[in-house]
Antibody, heavy 120, light 111 residues
Framework: QVQLQESGPGLVKPSETLYVSCKVSGGAMSDYWWNWIRQSPGKGLEWIGYVDDSGNTNYDPSLKSRVAISLDMSGNQVFLNLSSVTAADTAVYYC??????????????WGQGTLVTVSS | QSALTQPASVSGSLGQSITISCTGTNTDIGGYDYVSWYQRHPGKAPKLIIFEVHNRPSGVSIRFSGSKSGNTASLTISGLQTEDEADYFCSSYSNTAVVYVFGSGTTVNVL
């Protein structure tokens, strides 16, 4: 059974770069799309983007200039970098595996998420 | 502000049925049959419970059912049980630049 576990710094200062990782265990990373999704306090979920097993990426346009998602297949990890963070980037960050069906992703499973707070 | 609109909370008694709505537009819910629902217990990973409007993944209780009419999707939980207390999120494919949109989330309370 595939399991995902996120890790993050907990606290990041404004204008710095947020780094979050996701360890994948119990299954292969190939043939899937690896997503980051976040939930800010009091708000709904927000899709950030994905990386596929060839390294191709697709991002939410509103975050595209600041985000990078990458993959380490040998280490079974997925990474999220978000630069120039502000308080609005405070959120629980989730990693989710995407399976493609008829051109559309289905997110399953997810990790438990890691809370990242942006504050000085 | 979330792309898809859900009620903040829905309550029901043990054994009753409840329905959670999820309203979008014709660029997402109304245009495609790619609505998913996720269940999240506090501190746990979200779990896929409905995909493509009304399909249940293996292992998900038949008490969960999904439907769609126009720009609104719905999740019905029948025979409400205490373990159904959780947050529920809808999601849809979108033909806008943001390819996947989510709802604001609904907290289900079992009375």
């Amino acid at each position: 059974q595939v399991q995902l576990q996120e890790s993050g710094p907990g606290l990041v200062k404004p204008s710095e770069t947020l780094y979050v990782s996701c360890k994948v265990s119990g299954g292969a990373m190939s043939d899937y799309w690896w997503n980051w999704i976040r939930q800010s306090p009091g708000k709904g979920l927000e899709w950030i983007g994905y990386v596929d097993d060839s390294g191709n990426t697709n991002y939410d346009p509103s975050l595209k200039s600041r985000v990078a998602i990458s993959l380490d297949m040998s280490g079974n990890q997925v990474f999220l970098n978000l630069s120039s963070v502000t308080a609005a980037d405070t959120a629980v960050y989730y990693c989710a595996r995407g399976s493609m069906f008829r051109g559309v992703l289905r997110f399953d499973p997810w990790g438990q998420g890691t809370l990242v707070t942006v504050s000085s | 502000q979330s792309a898809l609109t859900q009620p903040a909370s829905v309550s029901g008694s043990l054994g009753q049925s409840i329905t959670i709505s999820c309203t979008g537009t014709n660029t997402d819910i109304g245009g495609y049959d790619y609505v998913s629902w996720y269940q999240r217990h506090p501190g746990k990973a979200p779990k896929l419970i409905i995909f493509e409007v009304h399909n249940r993944p293996s292992g998900v209780s038949i008490r969960f059912s999904g439907s769609k009419s126009g720009n609104t999707a719905s999740l019905t939980i029948s025979g409400l049980q205490t373990e159904d207390e959780a947050d529920y999120f809808c999601s849809s494919y979108s033909n806008t630049a943001v390819v996947y949109v989510f709802g604001s989330g609904t907290t289900v309370n079992v009375l």
